[in-house]
């Protein structure tokens, strides 16, 4: 019996996909919900957190600001203090000796004892003359920046004064040729400009907005703090802050995913991470760039969408109401948290997108799924090993000895001593399987004598199919050889009528041809004798006709010659020869010499690959000499114009190789014929041993070789000739022999 087919389904691990799947929902539910609390308790302290760094922010800012003015305020001082000193002195020596009126009318740094890393560089530029006054107070300018410009170096980039005489004294060690490379026509006005008392009636300090070092290039904001003296303005320091220092302690110190910028209420941008300042002279804008006009704007004023995203905050900060530090872009899903810096009255705001306040609370959600579903694998992994002790492996002792009893094996044991629904199934399982058991064994005792019947009979019909098999093989067998031999048969007689008429006739045709061929010649040397009588152009002409029927004699003794060639083949083809003991591997060196030797003479230069490998026990065999040399040299003919050929098409690439093996067996001697020529179609295979079929060219073969072969080696010698080829690789020949003479 065949065993019961196989589900491969399983009641407990249908049960724990269903249980599974319904947990994995409380617990994705529950991921959903724990994910917006944690949503909405992180944005709230997300913005408590933002507003208190901004407010944190703009204090450390200020500070800087704080500081420069507490510069100021000494270098005011000391300002003061240095014109007392040098009213009492005369200045015009010691000015002299540090300055020069230059060629190009500018006052600048003597160069041969200026040194700008230690001393501050001074430009005064071309057309301001100075008075003793206005040399008292450069020269008192140059002692305080040169006094405190070092000291004031380690928080600021640069110290300078600047003098309403259009003069600046400046101490920048990281450029100390600024006032040499400056050109002449440099002015100040922009540094002095808030400072007379008209445009800064509160004498504070006041912040530039962006510009670009006409030496350096490098863009900066400028804080100054004019000075006044006896109700005149006579001189204003500052300090210059680099934009890229700005712009790296603005992106340094920066909340996680979050950036920070500066601007001025009318819109200028002072540091922002992702609006580079490079490439332009001109500061940029919020409101239209870097350009106030409708020219172009250029490339680091940022893509469409940045333009529009800085305008967007620009108006909701301008836009906010009294006290309030962080605003909300909903169109751009962003918190924005802004304070004032004291001082520049500048503004500091810093962005964050609502996905790091929402990432973090997907991140909370996402430990708390994990956590859920670890313990779902856990109480999974539990369930499964109490249902694979109380439910599984119950149901698979079922299922063995379902299988058990579906072989035939009836003596099966189940835990029938449970006392529960198993237990009572386990019982009726056994019951039923000596059921089972009993009307099997009663149905094969019927069985056996039948079965014992058909099989005796089977056996019967099984002899007799195999004897009438073997009888209808040895009977096709025997209809092809009968055919072939019939073939041969009718062949033979047909050439034997059709040599016997056309032989006499034919050398009649030969014999006149040669006669003809003599008696052209003779004609040739009488005409040569008889030059006298004829003219030039007769005897051209006569000449003429002479060759062409020479020409044409010629052929007709070719083609005679031809045709006579044929027909000796038709009449050995039913000759029958006289048997005798022949050493085979002898006469197979005999007719494998003068194969190669004509195909050679025929074809100067052909490298042949000649393989011979005969075996020495093949001894002597009864063959008809004549008859069985001429089957072995037309297979011999055939492969070394197959290798010919292939030659010809291929070229130098290719060698012409010939393999000759024999071998002797207790019975029968095999000769093999093996060339690596153009190889046989396999729609010509079947018509190979067919008496006058050639794939040959005219007048390159009569299409009797082979069937002349077969004849030879089936009939004359009751042998086996079988070809197997394939086109364009190889063709081999198989010649059998048996060792005893067969009667014919």
């Given at each position: 019996m065949q065993p019961a087919h196989r589900h491969r389904g399983s009641l407990a691990r249908s049960t724990l996909i269903k249980m599974g799947v319904r947990v994995a929902v409380v617990i994705a539910l529950a991921t959903l919900f724990s994910y917006f609390h944690f949503l909405h308790t992180l944005q709230g302290e997300a913005l408590m957190d933002l507003e208190r760094y901004v407010t944190e922010r703009s204090q450390q800012e200020e500070a800087l600001f704080v500081l420069a003015e507490d510069n100021h305020a000494i270098l005011q001082k000391a300002m003061v203090e240095r014109l007392l000193v040098l009213e009492q002195e005369d200045v015009s020596a010691r000015f002299d000796s540090l300055f020069a009126l230059m060629p190009d009318g500018t006052i600048r740094n003597r160069p041969e004892r200026f040194d700008g890393t230690r001393m501050p560089s001074v430009f005064v530029s071309r057309g301001r003359a100075l008075d003793a006054e206005g040399r008292r107070r450069l020269l008192a300018a140059y002692d305080v920046i040169a006094q405190y410009g070092p000291a004031l170096h380690s928080r600021f980039t640069n110290t300078y004064a600047a003098l309403p005489e259009d003069a600046s004294v400046l101490y920048w060690p990281e450029h100390p040729t600024w006032s040499q490379e400056v050109k002449r026509s440099l002015s100040f006005a922009k540094v002095y400009e808030p400072s007379p008392p008209e445009k800064n009636p509160a004498r504070r300090t006041v912040w530039s907005g962006i510009y670009s070092d006409p030496v350096t290039h490098q863009w900066m904001v400028s804080v100054v703090t004019p000075l006044d003296l006896d109700g005149h303005h006579i001189a204003s320091f500052g300090h210059d802050v680099l934009l890229n220092e700005l712009m790296a302690r603005t992106i340094r110190d920066s909340l996680p995913g979050a950036d920070n910028m500066i601007f001025r209420d009318d819109g200028q941008l002072l540091a922002y991470s992702k609006m580079p300042m490079t490439g332009t002279t001109r500061p940029y804008n919020i409101l239209y760039g870097s350009w106030p006009s409708s020219e172009a704007l250029l490339e680091q004023d940022g893509t469409v969408q940045q333009r529009y995203h800085l305008r967007a905050i620009l108006k909701r900060v301008k836009n906010r109401l009294p006290g309030q530090t962080v605003l909300e872009l909903p169109e751009y899903g962003e918190y924005v948290a802004v304070a004032r810096l004291k001082g520049p009255d500048?503004?500091?705001?810093?962005?964050?997108?609502?996905?790091?306040?929402s990432l973090a609370a997907f991140q909370a959600a996402r430990y708390i799924l994990v956590f859920g579903l670890a313990s779902l694998v856990m109480e999974l992994l539990i369930m499964s090993w109490v249902l694979r002790q109380q439910l599984t492996r119950p149901l698979q002792a079922f299922t063995q000895a379902t299988d058990q009893v579906a072989t035939g094996d009836f003596q099966v044991a189940l835990a029938s001593s449970r006392d529960d629904e198993l237990g009572r199934l386990a019982h009726g399982f056994e019951l039923m399987a000596q059921e089972v058991q009993r009307r099997e064994t009663a149905l094969r005792q019927a069985n056996e004598g039948l079965e014992s019947r058909i099989q005796e009979r089977t056996r019967e019909l099984q002899e007799k199919n195999l004897e009438l098999k073997g009888a209808l093989v040895q009977l096709k067998e025997a209809q092809e050889l009968l055919v072939q031999k019939e073939k041969l048969a009718s062949l033979g007689a047909l050439t034997a009528g059709i040599a016997h008429e056309i032989k006499n006739p034919l050398n009649f045709v030969n014999n006149f041809a040669q006669l003809s061929v003599g008696l052209v010649e003779d004609l040739r040397e009488a005409l040569e004798a008889s030059r006298t009588g004829l003219d030039d152009s007769e005897r051209e002409r006569m000449l003429e006709l002479l060759e062409w029927l020479e020409q044409n004699v010629r052929k007709i003794d070719e083609h005679g010659r031809r045709a006579d060639g044929i027909v000796r083949n038709m009449q050995m083809h039913t000759r029958a020869g006289e048997r005798m003991p022949m050493d085979l591997n002898a006469l197979l060196e005999e007719?494998?010499?003068?194969?190669?030797?004509?195909t050679c003479s025929t074809h100067p230069g052909l490298e042949l690959a000649l393989r011979k490998d005969l075996d020495p026990s093949v001894g002597k065999v009864d063959v008809v000499p004549q008859d069985f040399g001429r089957a072995i040299l037309n297979l011999l003919d055939n492969s070394l114009y197959a290798v010919v050929q292939k030659?010809?098409?291929?070229?130098?690439?290719?060698?012409?190789?010939?393999?000759?093996r024999s071998r002797s067996t207790s019975t029968q001697v095999e000769i093999r014929i093996r060339d690596n020529g153009t190889g046989i179609p396999r729609k010509h295979q079947e018509k190979l041993f067919t008496p006058f079929f050639t794939t040959k060219p005219a007048g390159s073969g009569t299409g009797l070789g082979l069937s002349i072969a077969y004849?030879?080696?089936?009939?004359?010698?009751?042998?086996?000739?079988?070809?197997?080829?394939?086109?364009?690789?190889?063709?081999?020949?198989?010649?059998?022999?048996?060792?005893?003479?067969?009667?014919?």
């Open positions: 500048w503004n500091f705001a810093t962005i964050l997108p609502r996905d790091v306040v007719n494998l010499g003068h194969a190669t030797g004509s030659k010809k098409s291929t070229g130098e690439g290719f060698t012409p190789e010939l393999s000759v004849d030879i080696v089936v009939r004359q010698h009751r042998g086996e000739l079988r070809i197997e080829s394939t086109e364009g690789q190889f063709t081999e020949c198989l010649i059998v022999l048996p060792k005893s003479p067969v009667s014919a």
